[in-house]
């Protein structure tokens, strides 16, 4: 159980400091949101003026917009550690790799949450769509998302954030990885906003916490080895 | 010898005869691309020591000390470190050695203080606030705690991190070029610290060309050349020749 607590304890002391950081330098909140507010109005530009269009894309939108934001958010949260050897001196720490993981995936959760309801928030205005009556569920699609986003961008962050191309490559390994998670993220929130005609939401929502847990099981169990050389 | 003021975490070491050796590698070799930087190493070094790792640029020290900090994993050989396998208990042996390198592994957005909290709270140093004040403390930078690292020199983020080991309670300190970038004072504290270390029974393994200066603190000298051990000099050191086979001649200048 101290073991557990210590675990803990480690992954919100790096949570903190990529927070402190990111707080600081603003490196991926500006990025991001200033990234997923043109992808939100170059769809809106592309769909046309018509608002019955425009309403009916918008699950998808949502999705695509955070999903490249995220791509970016946690790439910008893994640079953090190629400040003067930062990353080889986190693996030098007598911690637990899995509590690092931990951290770091705790610290993008919370970049990936607040982006993901900005981004609600936007598409509510920008597509008029109501989103005030299904915000319970919105919400619980939004936090599942961001969790998956992160927990599978920490992960990949980590096998990428040594390479000199990493800004490429991130997108190409996350992207096919994220493509369950972005269907029944789309899914779940048509369904939220169409007011579950067809009872469709909660299994949508048990793929997405499903999916969540593996690849934060996964993430967990493999990070270690990206510390290495 | 200098007295020093300088607060080291205790750590229940024991007497330095009735310990393992600190360090003892067997055929300890490291390739980068295929080419050797490290081509078979056996040395011991004694508890307690203070030893030099001196040689010309490439002949394998920052090789050495990353592989024995657990950094990067060896090709070939074993190392021991305090009596544990650096490959089988990889962890226990990171919370016996520190290892300051030749980047700082500081973080620019966080203030000095904060970035020492940080390694306080990695390390599970017990009442981290008083001891991150001391560290800054002994470091001299007690007056830029509140700083940014962003705006430091290369000389107090030097400091920094030297601070940041004190933090740790190891019983093996590895040092790259730890006079490197620092001025008369930063110089005189690591002075200050390697006899601090040495009161407190921990190992100091350090690569330097400062050679005068260090020579009243030492207690042994391994000198390596393109990989290998080319000279052991002092008390508490040791080696014996490779006998590995099939590892390449190292080249004149090899990757680090």
């Known amino acids: 159980m101290s073991a557990v607590r210590a675990e803990a304890r480690t992954a919100l002391a790096i949570a903190r400091k990529d927070a402190l950081a990111e707080l600081r330098g603003r490196h991926a909140a500006v990025t991001t949101l200033f990234f997923s507010a043109v992808v939100l109005l170059l769809f809106g530009f592309a769909l046309g003026p018509d608002s019955a269009r425009l309403a009916a894309a918008a699950p998808g939108l949502l999705w695509l917009a955070v999903v490249f934001s995220g791509i970016l958010a946690v790439n910008r949260l893994h640079l953090l550690e190629t400040d003067d050897g930062a990353l080889e001196q986190l693996a030098l720490y007598p911690v637990a790799r899995r509590a690092i993981y931990a951290g770091k995936a705790l610290g993008g959760f919370a970049v990936m949450l607040v982006l993901g309801l900005v981004v609600l928030g936007a598409v509510g205005v920008l597509f008029a769509v109501d989103i005030a009556s299904a915000w319970l569920p919105l919400l619980i699609t939004v936090v599942l998302g961001a969790a998956g986003i992160a927990a599978v961008g920490t992960f990949y962050a980590g096998v990428t954030v040594r390479l000199r191309a990493r800004e490429v490559m991130l997108p190409l390994l996350m992207l096919p990885v994220l493509a369950p998670l972005l269907l029944a993220a789309v899914k779940a929130t048509a369904a939220a906003l169409a007011g579950d005609p067809f009872g469709e939401l909660g299994a949508w929502l048990q793929l997405l916490a499903a999916f969540d847990v593996i690849m934060l099981v996964a993430g967990a169990a493999t990070y270690g080895y990206l510390l290495e050389d | 010898m200098p007295q020093t003021t300088i607060y080291v975490s205790p750590r229940s070491l024991g007497a330095p005869d009735r310990r393992p050796p600190s360090v003892r590698t067997t055929d300890l070799a490291r390739l980068f ?215 390449p001649a190292p080249a004149a200048e090899v990757a680090r």
Do not use: C
């Open chain 2, 33 to 247: 691309a295929g080419s050797p930087a490290l081509a078979g190493v056996s040395i011991q070094v004694e508890a307690a020591r203070t030893i030099a790792l001196l040689g010309p640029n490439g002949a394998g020290k920052t090789t050495l000390l990353r592989l024995l900090s657990t950094v990067i994993r060896p090709s070939y050989g074993s190392a021991v470190v305090d009596g544990l396998d650096l490959t089988r208990n990889t962890d226990l042996v990171r919370e016996r050695v520190a290892y300051l390198s030749h980047d700082t592994g500081l973080y620019d957005d966080l203030t000095a203080r904060e970035n020492l909290a940080f390694a306080a709270a990695m390390y599970g140093t017990p009442d981290g606030t008083a001891r991150v004040d001391r560290a800054l403390r002994d470091v001299g930078l007690d007056d830029r705690a509140a700083d940014r690292v962003r705006d430091f020199s290369a000389g107090m983020r030097k400091r920094l991190a030297l601070g940041r080991i004190l933090l740790g309670s190891p019983s093996l300190v590895l040092l790259d070029e730890p006079y490197a970038a620092l001025d008369t004072e930063g110089m005189a504290i690591v002075d200050e610290l390697l006899v601090a270390w040495r009161e407190a029974g921990v190992s100091v393994l350090l690569a330097s060309h400062a050679t005068d200066r260090l020579a009243p603190l030492l207690d042994g000298r391994i000198v390596l050349e393109r990989g290998l051990v080319a000279a052991v000099s002092g008390e508490g050191v040791g080696s014996a020749p490779p006998s590995l086979p099939g590892v």
